[in-house]
């Protein structure tokens, strides 16, 4: 049993947005058995003061790649499976370094590097992986050029999704993602910017077929996760089932009202397309790729006062890929120009923890729960940008492991 004291810390309520008086934390083999006064009596194996520094929950991102390169996506399909996971490994540390303790990776990501971090192989946040995304024949998953006829459908393959069609194919590709531990399916709805036969406003998968994966998500008590833009893909996704909409930049004030009504969730990406716009042709992305970012830029975070101003709840998501990842935490920026920082905090912790179904797990500083745990020096609420600074992280520390400690 491993025993870790937390003295002097002002815990972040982020539900409320408040800060509460400054307190003791007794951390007992990886979560959080005790807030209060410590008890002097109790033996501990490390004991960390933070001084009235303000220490909140890990940091969750839903929507990452951790194996999907910037300058070709279909090169992928063509690595080694041991040479993408050893890219990976840095990108994943990032992650963790920046306060990040779980990630929802969104397509590529598998078991195995999921179970590499779990066990400790490798430092990286908590990855809740959806496997191979589903894609229709020509949709945002099917990276092959329209030259192209033949693709290597084996599993091992690297890839961000599997090409599937019909209602048969996709119930059994939606079977096989569970199979493999994904804790959620992941769908292409829509058209996208890292594919080359699907102009954005493309509608992709039919009704059938969508219901279909929720059925299939739905009995195995997860959910679906869908890639869309438009405003008619979002729709045609949640009337189907979807739970959680990825993107949704041209989402219209009457659907984000629908979507709060059945309970759906939006996942905005804002900092993916201006990091790409402006570094991407310089990092080899494909010009014919770069050039379908602008109309999606150009809408900017108007989505974000759109889902707040009609009660839609959002998580913290970025779609970074490549070199791209370091600019993870800058998302805080951009969604604090238009929203309180409580709100912002919120996407990050007690919403996402919602999406991921762990709520009674992650997501608070609460007893029982999970000791993942970042320290700051300065306050979110006052000031976002201390999320965005590495070296104001004074401790970080997921499932009762310290990764850092300055104090």
């Known amino acids: 049993m491993t025993t870790i004291s937390i003295r002097n ?15 003791d934390l007794l951390i007992v083999d990886g979560k959080i058995a005790e807030i209060g006064p410590a008890n002097a009596a109790t033996t501990v194996d490390h004991t960390v003061d933070l ?16 194996i999907v390169p910037i300058n070709s996506f279909a090169q992928l ?13 840095p990108i994943l540390e990032g992650m963790l370094m920046r306060g990040f303790t779980t990630v929802r990776d969104a397509g590529g990501a598998d078991f195995g590097i999921a179970r590499a971090v779990a066990e400790g192989l490798i430092p990286g946040p908590r990855i809740l992986y959806s496997g191979k995304a589903l ?4 949709g945002h998953g099917d990276m092959r050029g329209v030259g192209e006829t033949v693709h290597d459908g084996h599993y091992y393959v690297p890839s961000l999704g599997r090409v599937v069609d019909g209602v048969d194919a996709v119930r059994a590709a939606a079977r096989d993602e569970l199979r493999r531990g994904a804790t959620q399916v992941k769908l292409m709805v829509g058209g996208g910017i ?7 406003h493309f509608i992709q998968f039919s009704r059938d077929e969508i219901r279909a994966a929720v059925e299939e998500a739905e009995h195995a008590h997860t959910y679906v996760m869908a890639h869309a833009y ?8 949640v009337e189907c089932g979807v739970r959680s909409i990825e993107h949704g930049n041209f989402i219209a004030a009457e659907t984000a009202a629908w979507m709060a009504q059945q309970q759906a969730i939006l996942v905005p990406t804002l900092v993916a397309y201006s990091t790409m716009w402006e570094e991407g042709l310089s990092i080899g992305m494909p010009p014919e790729l770069h050039a ?3 109309p999606v830029l150009e809408v900017g975070s108007a989505q974000l006062e759109i889902a707040a101003s009609n009660g839609l709840k959002m998580v913290y998501g970025t779609d970074l890929i490549g070199p791209l990842h370091r600019h993870q935490s800058l998302e805080f920026r951009i969604r604090r120009e238009v929203l309180p920082a409580a709100e912002v905090i919120r996407h990050a912790t007690c ?10 797990r992650i997501g608070h500083v609460r007893d029982g729960y999970v000791a993942d745990l970042i320290a700051l020096d300065g306050n979110p609420l006052d000031d976002i940008e201390v999320l965005m600074a590495p070296e104001k992280l004074a401790l970080i520390m997921k499932e009762g492991r310290i990764f850092r400690q300055s104090v």
């Open 9 to 23: 810390a002002s815990v972040l309520d982020v539900a409320e947005g408040v800060l509460g008086d400054t307190t």
């Open 51 to 66: 001084g009235g520094r303000v220490l909140m929950p890990g940091l969750c991102d839903a929507h990452v790649h951790a």
């Open 77 to 89: 399909t063509r690595w080694s499976p041991f040479y993408t996971a050893i890219r990976a490994m």
């Open 135 to 138: 894609s229709q024949s020509g």
């Open 194 to 200: 890292a594919s080359y036969t699907d102009p954005i």
């Open 230 to 237: 438009t405003d008619a893909c979002i729709r045609h996704a």
């Open 292 to 294: 379908k970012i602008s």
């Open 351 to 360: 919403n996402a923890a919602d999406l991921f179904n762990m709520a009674d």
